[in-house]
């Protein structure tokens, strides 16, 4: 009887240094005094509007031109009305690679061509082949995104500039994203010259 009346003594200590018992209610504070280090409260008319979040609301309708997906070549809606024409002035860049060395031909009608500046002259037969890729494909009817953000410095990037009766049209492409007829123009374009 002694053991079992030591036991629960011990365990009535332990249940008040735990915090057993019942725990006392916070002091309120008197609404009529005024704490000197409190931070004051500014008036209600003072206090910006509170911020409210509203559901986003997203369009149901059917978008009629969704983007496509990069690398994609979109087929012009009309046909070129100067297909057959035979293209005034084609730039070609190329910049980026490993070696980072850029490369830039400029191809005339006649067949003048500049190399990185250094001249030379193709043939009538290579022009008409340039021509010939440049209405296949409908080089002015070009629709797509060729190119992405965040692309590493290494891969090589193409501006395509072409003049023809008065208009210009700049396709720029990345290694990557080059659809079937454009990496063909492009590998025609990069060996001029050689």
């Known amino acids: 009887m002694r053991y079992t009346a030591l036991l629960l003594l011990i365990c009535a ?10 725990t006392p209610a916070p002091p309120t504070a008197d609404p009529n005094v005024v ?12 206090l910006p509007p509170p911020i409210t979040l509203s559901p986003r609301e997203y369009s149901t309708d059917e978008v009629s031109d969704p983007l496509p997906v990069p690398g994609t070549l979109v ?35 006649n067949g003048s061509v500049t190399r990185d500046g250094q001249p030379r002259t193709i043939g009538a037969d290579l022009v008409t082949l340039i021509d010939g890729q440049l209405d296949l494909m409908n080089y002015f009817g070009i629709q797509g995104v060729f190119t992405a953000p965040g692309t590493s410095a290494d891969i ?16 720029k492409a990345q290694d990557g ?15 001029i010259g050689l």
């Open 75 to 109: 087929a012009a809606a009309t046909p070129d009305p100067d297909a057959g024409l035979v293209f005034d002035r084609i730039l070609f860049e190329r910049t980026g690679g490993i070696a980072g060395v850029p490369l830039t031909i400029e191809i005339l009608s």
């Open 35 to 46: 704490d000197p280090n409190a931070t004051p409260v500014p008036e209600r008319s003072t």
């Open 156 to 171: 090589y990037t193409y501006n395509i500039t072409v003049e023809r009766n008065g208009a210009s049209l700049t396709v």
């Open 13 to 22: 200590f332990a249940l008040v240094a735990c915090g057993g018992g019942e």
């Open 177 to 191: 994203f080059i659809p079937p007829d454009i990496q063909r123009l492009i590998s025609l374009l990069q060996d």
